[in-house]
């Protein structure tokens, strides 16, 4: 067990995947997350790593689209436009089945947007960004502690399943100084080479073939099919969520990352006025834990959904629910957060005057 | 007529932005005035970065796009409106990194577009990363041992990719940007422009620049022989050549499709007054 050590976010998700034991890290200047490559810039040349600022976000992905395949835990980090740019890699990691962790850092958009921080890029981490039928396992941290531990557990989930993990953050996150603890270093040399890897043949049969491509119909099927059952297996095993004060919950907000943060504060002003709400808080946004709202469906009068876009995540809530309870929803676009007292007033209007 | 508008300039003072920007402020303006261009026929365009809010400065019809997608942008445009005077800035960020494929094809491509790249050897506006231009060595915010990487040679690239007008400017000799610049405008197909621009804040270079860059106008130098630009170009140590180190007319894209592309470029352009009339 580490001590707590007063870190910036945009750092302690670097330390973290050093401890996790990331041996290479790519990526491409963008702000808000200038930090974190800055940060890997220092250390990783200090443990022997590699650190490499590519050319573009298109280069960065494919270095670790590349590293991937030789099974070495890699990490990049970018936001919002570079992101978009690495879609076209994410699309093929999925179909190579190689692991790997990259971090978004969530800024306003769409476009050049700005750099302030917002929740816009739901739809593209959680419903493949890419072409094709594909997932990443997307996690969505609130604190920084959460978001350290979740480093760790992205390249174990990655590489138990062979994909791609996304960390949605946002500027906030990154921004924020909150105390943090690393409770487990990776011993790094204990790593040992996966059988799928590409690293030339050795004393191996069979050669290992790395690709996403097949023209015949039937086997491009197989590959896909054999996408779903490990999505179908995810989807049952992987789920993250927080239920917070909803034991006696009479109304549910669902938000996750920043909004979750806002909203328990948000929870703690309307119990002090007898409201009784509580919040579901996805940690994993995909897999989505559809279950957990369903479940809720009976005891609460309504859900509240709040995020810092025009209303994605809803759409999940929406589904899940199946009609069974109202979802209303309350967003900031543009960079702009709300506070808890705001979104405290939004969703008291949709009380009918019963907490007035 | 000024060409300025009234938004205030956010550079850090000492920028060799503002050399980029006062040396183009005054051949447009002499331009516009003696008729030679036409206010109302330009675009400029930009990308982002530092450098890129200069289009926020100029009272002309810009548009600021993507990152290190203009050369393709500028294409786009010149193609939909060949009338136009496409004149694009770009960052070394810009044109090197991120869109470094795009400058090369739209150099071999020869559309009539003009590139002017603020060449600052640095990221400014994401706060001091080391760029393709920056040199070994290069101490930045992502190497902090110093950069391990080889820097390009823009100018022999461009040379090498057939670009049909090469040259290297500095912003501190305002007097001969112009006269870059002006030539730059004017010549038929792409035109590419390295203008060294110190970065005060994240790698000034003013001195280092100003005790090297010598004129080839200054010397018995001519435009016109490829293989001797190449030869040129490669000079980049003691003494950095700066002007116009190659220039030759050859056919445009524009012009080399026009034959097979005759309706696109003769349709007749919808006279928007009468549909606004209609309109209201
Ligand atoms: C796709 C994408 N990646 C990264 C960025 C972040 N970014 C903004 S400006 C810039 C580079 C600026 O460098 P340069 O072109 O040299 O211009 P300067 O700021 O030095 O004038 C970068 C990388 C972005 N806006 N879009
Ligand atoms: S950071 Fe550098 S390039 Fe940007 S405005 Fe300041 S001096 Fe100019
Ligand atoms: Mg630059």
Redesign the interface.
């Known amino acids: 067990m580490g001590e707590k050590i007063l870190m910036k976010g945009a750092e302690a998700i670097a330390e973290a995947a050093i401890k996790a034991g990331a041996m290479a890290f790519f990526g491409y200047p963008i702000t808000p997350q200038n930090e974190t490559p800055e940060y890997f810039s220092r250390r990783m040349p200090e443990v022997g790593r590699i650190f490499l600022q590519a050319e573009s976000e298109v280069a960065a992905i494919n270095m670790i689209y590349g590293a991937a395949c030789t099974g070495t835990r890699v990490f990049a980090s970018s936001s919002s436009p570079g992101i978009s740019l690495m879609q076209e890699g994410f699309s093929y990691i999925a179909n190579s089945n190689v692991p790997c962790v990259v971090a978004n850092v969530m800024r306003g958009g769409p476009g050049l947007g700005d750099i302030a921080p917002a929740q816009g890029d739901y739809f593209q981490a959680t419903k493949g960004g890419g072409h094709g039928d594909y997932h990443t396992i997307v996690i969505a941290p609130h604190t920084l502690q959460e978001e350290v531990d979740l480093v760790l557990k992205a390249f174990d989930l990655a590489e138990k399943y062979r994909i791609m993990v996304v960390l949605i953050v946002d500027g906030l996150l990154g921004q924020m100084m909150e105390p943090v603890e690393f409770k487990e270093t990776v011993d790094v040399t204990k790593f040992k080479v996966p059988e799928w890897a590409t690293v030339g043949q050795g004393d191996r049969e069979d050669r290992i073939i790395i690709t996403s491509l097949d023209l015949a119909p039937e086997g491009l099927e197989k590959m896909n099919l054999h996408l779903q059952e490990k999505y179908r297996k995810i989807e049952e095993q992987e789920v993250m969520v927080e239920e917070y004060r909803m034991d006696d919950a009479e109304y549910a907000i669902t938000a996750f990352g920043t909004m979750a943060r806002i909203s328990k504060t948000t929870i703690e002003l309307a119990r002090s006025e007898g409201i009784k709400v509580g919040l579901i808080r996805p940690i994993t946004v995909w897999p989505f834990p559809s279950k957990t709202i369903e479940n809720r469906a009976n005891q609460v009068k309504f859900f509240f959904d709040t995020e810092l876009n025009a209303g994605q995540m809803i759409e999940d809530v929406k589904l899940a629910l199946n009609g069974a309870r109202p979802v209303y929803f309350y967003g900031k676009m543009g960079g702009i957060v709300p506070s808890a007292e705001e979104v405290l007033e939004e969703f008291k209007k949709h009380l009918g005057g019963q907490h007035e | 007529m000024s060409i300025t508008t009234e938004k205030k300039i956010q550079w850090c003072p000492g920028c060799g932005n503002f050399g980029i920007y006062n040396a183009f402020k005054s051949v447009l303006e002499k331009n516009i005035d003696e008729g030679r261009l036409k206010k109302e026929n330009i675009v400029i365009l930009s990308g982002?970065g530092c450098y890129g809010y200069i289009t926020n400065y100029y009272d002309i019809n810009s548009f600021h796009a993507?990152?290190?997608r203009i050369p393709p942008l500028a294409t786009g445009i010149k193609l939909a409106n060949p009338s136009l005077s496409v004149i694009a800035f770009v960052g070394d960020?810009d044109a090197y990194?991120?869109?470094?494929s795009h400058t090369i094809h739209a150099a071999r491509r020869n559309t009539d577009i003009k590139l002017i790249v603020h060449d600052n050897g640095v990221?400014g506006?994401?706060?001091g990363?080391?760029t393709?231009t920056s040199p070994r060595g290069f101490k930045g915010?992502?190497?902090?041992?110093g950069n391990v990487e080889n820097p390009i040679n823009p100018i022999t690239l461009m040379l090498v990719a057939r670009a049909t007008f090469v040259a290297r400017g500095f912003c501190g000799d305002i007097k001969h940007l112009e006269y870059i610049l002006e030539r730059a405008i004017f010549h038929k197909g792409f035109s590419f422009v390295d203008i060294l621009q110190p970065c005060v804040t994240f790698n000034d270079t003013y001195s280092f620049y100003r005790s090297r860059v010598y004129k080839l106008e200054d010397t018995d130098y001519r435009t016109d022989q490829y293989e001797k630009a190449i030869l040129k170009s490669l000079e980049f140590d003691d003494r950095i050549p700066i002007g116009i180190f190659y220039e030759k007319e050859e056919e445009s894209f524009e012009e080399a499709i026009r034959g097979t592309h005759n309706y696109f470029y003769e349709r007749q352009v919808p006279d928007i007054s009468e549909i606004v009339r209609e309109m209201i």
């Open positions: 982002i993507t990152h290190g960020g990194a991120e869109g470094m990221y506006l994401t706060t990363q080391f393709p915010r992502s190497t902090p041992f």
